[in-house]
């Protein structure tokens, strides 16, 4: 069996098992229509006009309209995004050790580090189709919730949002990895956790704008109708080498796995 014919026998295995996870599917169901029905609802608070309210919705109230619900929008798919996607990722790779199926991986004629490498595609894979379709749900709960007509300067934060919601996917990968040395999901999430504490410190400290896990947020939050704001392409461009190396990390671990420990 060759290489390439193996990843693809294993991508296939592990879409099937994604389609059919009941965690995947309601965090899907999270991602896509909570988020939208809670930035919908932070909508509804802002047209209360109550001054305390306001200072605390943010870009809802100045700029308001089109542009600042999709900068609000934004700021929770960073967060929201990166412990949904993380949980999926965590339990996707932590679930082998849980259900006590990792001992057959050993058996098959795919190697460990294909299977993994084939676990973080089909990730990868859900992570755009959930972007499309929650920048489609954020348009469609704009419309419901009273916005009117698309204001076509929101066009570039509505570009920017889909890429948000992908950048939180590649950065919940170091989830698969803390999954996989602390053999099931919570090593993961507790990860998770922890990433998303130290980037509000160094949000707070001012260092967030070049540190991945906090910049996307940055970037999300700014009402700057350009596509690209105080923080730029240079500094959202770390997101890719920080995936890759927790990329390269967990199919290591994956490659080197050992069942006695």
Known sequence: MTR???????????????????????????LVVGIAVLSGSMLLAAAREDPRTAAKLGTLVEPGGWVGYLAAAGQITAVAGLLG????????????????????????????STIAAAKLLVHLGWVLVISVALAAALLVTGFAFGLGAFDATAAPLLGRQVV???LTGLLAVPAGWAATLGRGPLAGIAVLVGIIVVAQVAAIGGLGAWFPFAAVGLWAASPDTGFFTDVGPAQLALTVPVALAFAALTLDAWQRLQLDR
């Open 85 to 112: 996607f993380g949980v999926a990722l965590a339990w996707s790779f932590g679930r082998e050790f849980t259900d006590g199926t990792v001992s057959g991986l050993f058996a098959l004629p795919v190697s460990r």
């Open 4 to 30: 390439t014919s193996a990843l693809r026998i294993a991508v296939a295995t592990e879409a099937l098992k994604l389609r059919r996870a009941r965690v995947v599917l309601v965090t899907s169901v999270m």
């Open 164 to 166: 948000v919601a992908a």
